[in-house]
């Protein structure tokens, strides 16, 4: 068998040639030549809303090239949490992960920076609010991009007919649908009675006094409108002061209006509370009232979603935004900047809003008033003053502002529920102060 | 120089049939094939147990932020702490309580059904088993709606006897009172079932001779069916105790360890620490500290067994 030898002059014209063929050639790009790209979003509650979150994803990465796969990850019983925590552990997993809150902070090692996303998007659809800086933002890097799926504001929806008669207040005069707030009198005070008459009416107000977000976050913006600070921003302990023990007494009047059960609320119970037709309040963002739509028509027909009473350092909104971070250890990083880029365009996040009913809120200043919430109904423009649409409120988180690794902490463990909680069945005051400050030492750790 | 090579190559035959030997022997003995059938579940227990536990107790050696070697410091600050101590009681009130209720309704129960004749019998057992097969979360679930504030079907039936509404997860005592009657309600099956097998192996003839010497029915169960149950309730109770200890799922579903914390276990208590509170090495400290607990339990309670075999 014969072999032929190839010559060192033969390899060079090859090469030459192949080398000429190959720049000459046009550009044949990939299906997928920009890579993959893995998602892990959360699974929305309201049907069809994840199809949303696909078709969008869809649309990119067809225009992108980019072969993508979405897992849809429930939040209940904390399975979002538990994904990150695995996740940053293992250093593997998904490129985009929708989290929580407090998670970019609590995985801020692990996070890719985003400011190279975040600056413009902030000049394409206005600034964000400060819980989004405050949750997103360390030393001046942004953790994650505030996703509109799942972020929420917990202002009050209140019963028009129950509030009438009983504490003889028109929430639809106070948050006319279209206009500006007239509510200057929607005050702690004024929310106090109206508890007390809807209580005495038959009809308590529906806030928990348990452990789960729904309850602390209502426990958070009244603290705050009292300026009660649990740590501040320095990370101080500062509980034994006036304002703490102002936002203390006064909620131990209002735990007496309260039902008897509601230390044992979880966050459906509010919701179960108005659908019923047994409260004339509860503190939730629309979906209570999206239940009762398909549940309890008669219900979601008197229901009005409205600002926040204003206590004496001013009127705060629990906000509780979601977060897509992407991982620093994640394979296709640049092709999850662009998706976010993407996701956050205000016609993406106009569909999210459309296809939510109008629960999920973008964190940007100039997207507070789309179509869906003046329209959704009946009646007609009960979710109009739901994203604040006139930023009356400073939408805050509770345990803020304390720094966010211990804010978490002050969160989770319900710290302020549980200490207004000791205080109005029988311990002194002092006595739930040292325990609140005996909890927030051990939640000093580093 | 010769000889040498041949005596070398006689010892190094020798040596290789006493080798092929005895690997033949080694493979050949009853306990080394039982070691290699069980290989595979002992290698799956190391996968699946063994390196969890021992990653845990790395991770209760770390700080916070998981950057930094503290030792025991983990241990030392969850002992300064108020919650740490109510946990650690109200496990213990929950695990011991729980678990002699479970013992004794199984141990009545099954007296009941070993009195069931034949093939009525088979049915009470599946019947009564049913709870335990149920996946507790599901079980759970059905139960935290019997309890739900707003729709509890129980004080709906107690209101027409004018009693209620009683707040059973409201308050610390009912609050207490219903994890604990969940778990008994899921637990007693596995008493019953383990009872029963062991009324069925007592002799008939120990009965007749205590009836014959005019025991009456009490006299009977003190003096001959706790004495031939005695290690099963041992072993039973030791089992229970540790599972019980371990709960997760009805307390979190439940109360999530509320109201003020009073029913949080230990489990319940390390996942709000750990995963909802991001400290993953001080869940890990309190979720170890489990440990001791039951070992000392197991320790007495196999103790007690290995005793009266020894006796017998």
């Keep these: 068998m014969s072999r032929k030898k190839l010559t060192r002059r033969q390899f060079v014209a090859a090469t030459a040639m192949s080398s000429a063929a190959l720049i000459t050639a046009p550009y044949v790009r ?38 993508v796969s979405i897992d849809y990850i429930t939040s209940n019983n904390k399975k979002i949490e538990l994904t990150a925590a695995a996740e940053a552990q293992a250093k593997s997993g998904h490129d985009i992960l929708q989290m929580p809150s407090w998670w970019p902070h609590a995985y801020s090692e692990n996070l890719e920076p985003l400011n190279d996303v975040m600056e413009p998007l902030i000049k394409q659809n206005g600034e964000v609010n400060g819980t989004v800086k405050y949750l997103a933002q360390s030393g001046g890097k942004w953790l994650a991009v505030p996703a509109t799926p799942g972020s929420q504001i917990k202002g009050p929806c209140t019963r028009i007919d129950l509030m009438k008669k009983f504490a003889n207040i028109d929430v639809q005069e106070m948050y006319p649908a279209g206009s500006p707030p007239k509510a200057d009198n929607w005050t702690m005070d004024t929310f106090l009675k109206a508890a007390e008459a809807c209580q005495k009416g038959g009809f308590p107000f529906g806030i928990g006094l348990g452990e789960t977000t729904d309850s602390v976050d209502t426990a958070g913006a009244i603290f705050q409108s009292f300026g009660a600070e649990l740590v501040n921003a320095k990370g101080d302990i500062t509980i034994k002061t006036d304002q703490v023990r102002q936002a203390m007494e006064y909620y131990k009047k209002l735990i007496a209006f309260l039902p008897p059960d509601a230390p044992s609320w979880d966050d459906a119970s509010n919701n179960k509370w108005l659908i019923s037709g047994r409260g004339a309040l509860i503190m939730n963002p629309p979906s209570a009232w999206a239940v009762a739509k398909r549940d309890a028509p008669q219900v979601a027909e008197q229901c009005w979603t409205h600002g926040f009473p204003a206590g004496p350092k001013g009127r705060f909104a629990p906000f509780l935004p979601y977060f897509w971070g992407v991982w620093s250890f994640g394979k296709n990083k640049e092709a999850a900047k662009s998706l976010l880029v993407h996701l956050s365009s205000p016609a993406a996040i106009e569909k999210f809003v459309a296809v939510s009913g109008g629960y999920d809120l973008p964190a940007y200043a100039n997207l507070t008033k789309l179509k869906t919430w003046a329209e959704e109904g009946p009646p007609k423009g009960t979710l109009f003053h739901y994203p604040d649409p006139y930023r009356q409120q400073t939408l805050s988180i509770a345990a803020s502002p304390a720094p966010p690794k211990i804010a978490q902490q002050i969160y989770f463990q319900a710290t302020l529920t549980k200490m207004a909680l000791r205080f109005a069945r029988g311990e002194t005051l002092e006595q739930s102060l040292a325990w609140a400050e005996g909890e927030c030492e051990g939640f000093m750790r580093s | 120089m010769a000889d040498v090579v041949v005596e070398q190559g006689r010892i190094a035959r020798a040596t290789g049939a006493r080798k092929g030997s005895s690997l033949r022997n080694t493979l050949g003995r009853k306990s080394t094939v039982a070691f290699l059938l069980t290989l595979p579940l002992i290698l799956l227990i190391a996968l699946l147990v063994l390196y969890p536990a021992f990653f845990s107790l790395y991770l209760a050696t770390l700080n916070k932020a998981m950057t930094k070697f503290v030792g025991l410091g983990n241990f030392t600050f969850l002992f300064k702490r108020e919650t740490f101590w109510m946990v650690v009681k109200q496990s213990c009130i929950f695990a011991i309580t729980a678990v002699i209720f479970k013992a004794l309704i199984g141990f009545i129960v099954a007296h009941f059904v070993h009195n069931i004749p034949g093939k009525k019998q088979r049915k009470w057992r599946g019947m009564l088993l049913v709870p335990w097969v149920i996946p507790p979360a599901m079980s759970t679930l059905a139960w935290l709606w019997l309890f739900d504030p707003s729709y509890s079907a129980f004080n709906y039936t107690l209101s027409y006897f004018g009693v209620g509404p009683i707040p059973w997860l409201g308050e610390t005592f009912w609050a207490r009172f219903s994890v604990i009657l969940v778990n008994v309600w899921y637990g007693a099956p596995f008493f019953l079932i383990m009872y029963l097998a062991a009324l069925k192996s007592v002799p008939d003839q120990l009965y007749e001779a205590a009836a014959i010497d005019g025991a009456n029915w009490w006299q009977k169960i003190w003096y001959v069916t706790l004495p031939m149950m005695r290690n099963i309730i041992a072993i039973t109770t030791l089992f229970s105790l540790i599972v019980t200890f371990a709960n997760f799922d009805i307390v979190r579903i439940l109360t999530s360890g509320g109201p003020l914390d009073t029913t949080h276990l230990f489990a319940t208590w390390a996942f709000q620490v750990g995963i909802q509170s991001s400290d993953i090495p001080l869940g890990a400290c309190v979720s170890l500290f489990m440990v001791p607990i039951l070992a000392v339990a197991a320790i007495f309670i196999l103790r007690d067994v290995s005793k009266r075999g020894n006796e017998a």
Aim: net charge negative; glycine share 10%; aromatic share 14%.
């Design chain 1, 30 to 67: 990939g299906a997928y030549a920009a890579g993959k790209l893995s998602i892990g979003f959360w699974d929305h509650w309201v049907p069809g809303a994840n199809q949303a979150s696909t078709d969008l994803v869809n649309e990119w990465a067809a225009k992108e090239k980019v072969e």
